[in-house]
């Protein structure tokens, strides 16, 4: 970013409340004056260099957060804005994943449409668990960019397709379920796979592996979640450890069938992953009602 600062003194232009993340950072030396930040900031459609004062020691920003950041922009020039430090927010629960920057992104529309399709969910508690976890810059932009690194799912943005995919068919599977269950399948089934982010292509079928690593990147968000819904935090927990037998449970719950079968489906083009899960459904026992049972006898054979 340049040292020259674009600033409106008058603050009388029509103000931009304005959601996006921070991608570059630099405190500017003021002397003795009230400190100075210089930011970069973009989400999905813009991005602004933006100069704003930090009187206030609470409000200060001292790094690039984690997270979305909200600001209300008086606009310098094109691309160019001030801001005043008592319009900072940091948003750890986004209303929306468009915040993420088009820049930093391989495929833009994959965020778009995981957004459009979450953003479907009446539950409100798992559309914003969703959206707290993806909508982290650091596991966000990395969910997005990630190749499976599997046979048929090696292009940028590959994983985050085919979370999406089993996400849709879980929710299909669960036709006939409550709204709370047949979110909670759709959740797991979108999350399922976030732990592949943290492994490197040599260990991108340690299957195991992929289901610790996820649960630890969403430990923060499910115990968030379980502060106003413990049964379904702890539900979307389980399903996606029991993709791989991970713990035992007396009889298994619908949507953990449900979103078995989808990950199945969606993984057709990978035969070693297709094992895998065929291993795992193989020792499940079919659900109360038998509809999900009946889903998968109808469904073609992914061989």
């Not at 993340?21 to 260099?49: A, H, K, M």
């Not at 495929?107 to 668990?129: H, M, N, R, S, T």
């Not at 492994?199 to 502060?227: N, P, Y």
Request: aromatic share 6%; with cysteine.
């Amino acid at each position: 970013m340049s040292g020259t600062l674009y600033v409106n003194t008058r603050w009388d232009s029509e103000p931009e409340i304005f959601m996006g993340t921070v991608i570059q950072f630099r405190e500017i030396p003021n002397g003795n004056d009230l400190p100075v930040i210089e930011l970069q900031i973009e989400n999905s459609f813009e991005r602004y260099e933006v100069v704003m004062s930090q009187p206030h020691p609470e409000l200060q920003l001292t790094e690039i957060p984690d997270s979305a950041v909200q600001l209300v922009l008086w606009t310098a020039r094109e691309q160019y804005a001030v801001s005043r430090s008592d319009t900072a927010i940091v948003l750890e629960t986004p209303d929306s994943l468009l915040h993420l920057p088009y820049s930093k992104l391989r495929c833009p529309d994959i965020a778009a449409d995981i957004e459009l399709f979450i953003a479907k969910c009446p539950v409100q508690p798992l559309a914003d668990f969703v959206r707290r976890v993806l909508g982290r810059p650091s596991v966000g932009i990395r969910f997005l960019n990630a190749a499976m690194d599997t046979d048929g799912y090696n292009a940028p943005g590959s994983l985050a397709r085919n979370s999406l995919e089993v996400a849709t068919r879980s929710f299909d599977a669960c036709r006939g379920y409550s709204d709370d269950d047949r979110w909670l399948a759709t959740a797991a089934g979108l999350l399922h796979g976030l732990g592949r982010i943290e492994l490197s292509d040599s260990a991108s079928t340690d299957h195991l592996r992929i289901v610790l690593k996820t649960l630890g990147l969403l430990s923060e968000e499910l115990k968030w979640l379980g502060e106003s819904c413990p049964e379904e935090a702890k539900m979307i927990q389980f399903i996606i450890a029991s993709m791989y037998r991970m713990g035992s449970h007396p009889q298994p719950h619908p949507t953990a069938i449900a979103v078995h079968s989808s990950h199945l489906l969606a993984a057709h083009l990978n035969h070693e992953l297709m094992t895998s899960a065929k291993e795992c459904l193989g020792g499940s026992a079919p659900g109360p009602a038998g509809q999900i049972s009946d889903y998968q006898a109808t469904q073609p054979s992914p061989e």
